[in-house]
């Protein structure tokens, strides 16, 4: 079993235990501080928590080894997921609220998390990343039943492969059963402002925010940004 180190996490928002905890999960080669600015842009009420990645690499941190862009190791997922719920009990025990929000690599972290335990969250937002399909979790028919899931992906993105995109797509928005708010930019791998806007709103109530944009799984797609 590797040994990580004790997470680095920037805190912000409300200091209230109780309070819905939204975490936060950077992209590969990143760090906390590239992805704690979002909090800027999101709603007042929730704590939030930037959390560093505990793998070393390219000046920056990952949350898992790849065997291929998007593509975790099974037993380097497993690992970094059990140090990352070992931090996450110490800080929200069971009944409080979790939302999960990862972009690129922590993307595919979040989707992990999600996957092997849906039942330890109240949300997750897959940003301009894919699910670690083929990483040892579950991607199963109605896995994430009634689960709300934030998905937004780049037309024109290049760096996560398109048929991991599509596949992410495809399953959040059919088989995985889950509440699924989508939209669609027409540029690459980064966060729109259209998309920060609406990820603030579904931040707010991700459960109810679904529901008031219709009864479909999805809510305003986008080729539009």
């Known amino acids: 079993m590797t040994t990580f180190p004790e997470p680095v996490v920037v805190q912000r928002g409300s200091t209230d235990p109780d309070a819905p905890l939204v975490v936060l999960l950077h992209g590969r080669g990143a760090d906390e ?120 992906q780049g037309d024109a993105d290049t760096v996560i492969p398109r048929e991991l995109l599509d596949a992410t797509w495809t399953y959040l928005l059919g088989d995985s059963g889950a509440a699924a708010y989508a939209r669609r930019d027409p540029g690459g791998h980064g966060i729109s402002a259209q998309t920060l806007g609406e990820l603030a709103g579904w931040v707010a109530e991700p459960a109810t925010y679904v529901d008031r944009h219709g009864s479909g799984p999805v809510g305003p797609q986008a080729d539009a940004s």
């Open 33 to 152: 501080q590239s992805i704690a600015g979002l909090v800027d842009h999101l709603p007042d009420g929730p704590a939030y928590a930037a959390v560093r990645a505990p793998i070393a690499e390219g000046g920056g941190y990952a949350w898992f080894a790849n065997r291929g862009i998007g593509r975790p190791v099974a037993g380097s997922l497993a690992e970094t997921m059990s140090w990352f719920r070992s931090w996450l009990d110490g800080v929200a025990p069971e009944g409080r609220p979790v939302i999960l929000v990862g972009f690129s690599g922590g993307a595919a972290f979040a989707g992990g998390l999600v996957l092997s335990d849906p039942s330890r969250y109240a949300g997750a937002a897959v940003l301009y990343g894919t699910l670690p399909f083929d990483a040892g979790v579950p991607v199963t028919p109605a896995r994430l039943a009634g689960l709300p899931v934030f998905v937004a």
